[in-house]
Protein backbone atom coordinates (compact mmCIF):
# COMPACT_ATOMS: atom_id res chain seq x y z
CA UNK A 1 0.00 0.00 0.00
CA UNK A 2 1.31 3.53 -1.03
CA UNK A 3 2.07 5.97 1.80
CA UNK A 4 -0.93 8.06 0.09
CA UNK A 5 -3.72 5.74 -0.04
CA UNK A 6 -6.58 5.80 3.33
CA UNK A 7 -8.02 2.68 4.65
CA UNK A 8 -11.14 2.57 6.60
CA UNK A 9 -10.51 3.41 10.26
CA UNK A 10 -13.23 1.20 11.69
CA UNK A 11 -15.90 -1.14 10.42
CA UNK A 12 -18.75 -2.35 12.55
CA UNK A 13 -21.38 -5.14 10.88
CA UNK A 14 -23.52 -6.54 13.38
CA UNK A 15 -26.74 -8.74 12.29
CA UNK A 16 -29.69 -9.79 14.78
CA UNK A 17 -33.02 -11.52 14.95
CA UNK A 18 -35.93 -9.89 16.11
CA UNK A 19 -37.84 -12.74 17.05
CA UNK A 20 -41.44 -12.84 18.93
CA UNK A 21 -39.89 -16.04 20.79
CA UNK A 22 -37.55 -13.08 22.67
CA UNK A 23 -40.40 -10.56 22.85
CA UNK A 24 -39.58 -8.71 20.25
CA UNK A 25 -41.63 -7.16 17.65
CA UNK A 26 -41.01 -5.97 14.20
CA UNK A 27 -42.93 -3.28 14.44
CA UNK A 28 -41.42 -1.60 17.47
CA UNK A 29 -37.96 -2.20 16.03
CA UNK A 30 -39.30 -0.13 12.83
CA UNK A 31 -40.58 2.96 14.66
CA UNK A 32 -38.12 3.27 16.52
CA UNK A 33 -35.14 3.04 13.78
CA UNK A 34 -37.22 5.30 11.71
CA UNK A 35 -38.16 7.64 14.09
CA UNK A 36 -41.94 7.14 13.78
CA UNK A 37 -44.75 6.67 15.54
CA UNK A 38 -46.66 3.29 14.89
CA UNK A 39 -49.00 0.75 16.45
CA UNK A 40 -48.88 -3.05 16.36
CA UNK A 41 -51.79 -4.61 15.78
CA UNK A 42 -50.46 -8.05 16.68
CA UNK A 43 -50.50 -6.95 20.39
CA UNK A 44 -52.05 -3.24 19.94
CA UNK A 45 -49.00 -1.49 21.50
CA UNK A 46 -48.34 1.65 20.04
CA UNK A 47 -44.67 2.55 19.79
CA UNK A 48 -43.74 6.26 19.08
CA UNK A 49 -40.16 7.28 18.44
CA UNK A 50 -40.81 10.32 16.72
CA UNK A 51 -39.30 12.76 19.04
CA UNK A 52 -35.77 10.20 18.82
CA UNK A 53 -33.14 12.46 16.85
CA UNK A 54 -30.22 11.25 14.50
CA UNK A 55 -31.97 10.02 11.77
CA UNK A 56 -30.59 11.03 8.18
CA UNK A 57 -32.46 8.33 5.77
CA UNK A 58 -35.24 6.09 5.63
CA UNK A 59 -36.32 4.61 2.33
CA UNK A 60 -38.32 1.11 1.98
CA UNK A 61 -37.04 -1.02 -1.13
CA UNK A 62 -39.36 -3.23 -2.72
CA UNK A 63 -38.37 -6.13 -4.85
CA UNK A 64 -40.60 -5.94 -8.59
CA UNK A 65 -43.15 -8.60 -7.21
CA UNK A 66 -43.71 -6.92 -3.82
CA UNK A 67 -47.10 -5.09 -3.38
CA UNK A 68 -47.18 -1.26 -3.44
CA UNK A 69 -48.84 -0.94 -0.39
CA UNK A 70 -45.79 -2.21 1.60
CA UNK A 71 -44.22 0.94 1.05
CA UNK A 72 -45.90 1.96 4.03
CA UNK A 73 -44.18 1.06 6.95
CA UNK A 74 -46.87 0.52 8.92
CA UNK A 75 -48.98 -1.58 6.64
CA UNK A 76 -45.36 -3.50 5.57
CA UNK A 77 -44.38 -4.62 9.47
CA UNK A 78 -48.00 -4.95 10.51
CA UNK A 79 -48.29 -7.74 7.88
CA UNK A 80 -45.22 -9.14 8.87
CA UNK A 81 -46.79 -9.44 12.41
CA UNK A 82 -50.22 -10.43 11.99
CA UNK A 83 -49.10 -13.51 8.98
CA UNK A 84 -46.19 -14.87 11.25
CA UNK A 85 -48.63 -16.57 13.90
CA UNK A 86 -45.79 -18.77 15.78
CA UNK A 87 -45.39 -17.76 19.29
CA UNK A 88 -41.53 -18.01 18.31
CA UNK A 89 -41.77 -16.59 15.05
CA UNK A 90 -38.49 -14.75 13.28
CA UNK A 91 -40.06 -11.85 11.93
CA UNK A 92 -36.88 -9.82 10.59
CA UNK A 93 -33.17 -9.75 10.80
CA UNK A 94 -31.80 -5.97 11.89
CA UNK A 95 -28.30 -4.67 10.44
CA UNK A 96 -26.33 -2.07 12.38
CA UNK A 97 -23.86 -1.00 9.88
CA UNK A 98 -21.48 1.82 10.39
CA UNK A 99 -20.98 4.20 8.31
CA UNK A 100 -17.29 4.98 6.86
CA UNK A 101 -15.93 8.35 7.97
CA UNK A 102 -14.41 9.35 5.08
CA UNK A 103 -17.25 9.37 3.14
CA UNK A 104 -20.10 12.09 2.83
CA UNK A 105 -23.55 11.06 3.90
CA UNK A 106 -24.70 11.18 0.11
CA UNK A 107 -21.71 8.82 -0.43
CA UNK A 108 -22.75 6.11 2.51
CA UNK A 109 -26.46 6.46 0.93
CA UNK A 110 -25.50 5.33 -2.44
CA UNK A 111 -23.44 2.85 -1.06
CA UNK A 112 -25.37 1.44 1.23
CA UNK A 113 -28.41 1.57 -1.68
CA UNK A 114 -26.27 -0.53 -3.87
CA UNK A 115 -25.93 -3.24 -1.12
CA UNK A 116 -29.35 -3.75 -0.39
CA UNK A 117 -30.21 -4.02 -4.04
CA UNK A 118 -27.77 -6.14 -4.70
CA UNK A 119 -27.71 -8.34 -1.43
CA UNK A 120 -31.96 -7.98 -0.63
CA UNK A 121 -34.05 -6.66 -3.24
CA UNK A 122 -32.27 -8.73 -6.29
CA UNK A 123 -32.75 -11.83 -3.93
CA UNK A 124 -36.85 -10.54 -3.37
CA UNK A 125 -36.99 -9.43 0.01
CA UNK A 126 -37.99 -6.30 1.03
CA UNK A 127 -35.29 -3.90 3.20
CA UNK A 128 -36.55 -1.10 5.35
Known sequence: ???SEKIAESFHFYISMISRGKGKSAVASAAYISCKKLK???DGITHDYHNKKGLLHEKIYLPENAKEEFKDRN???NSVELNEKAINAQLARNFIIAHL???SVDENIKMMEEYI??????KGMIAD
Open 40 to 42: NKW
Open 117 to 122: KENFIQ
Open 75 to 77: TLW
Open 101 to 103: KEL
Open 1 to 3: MKG
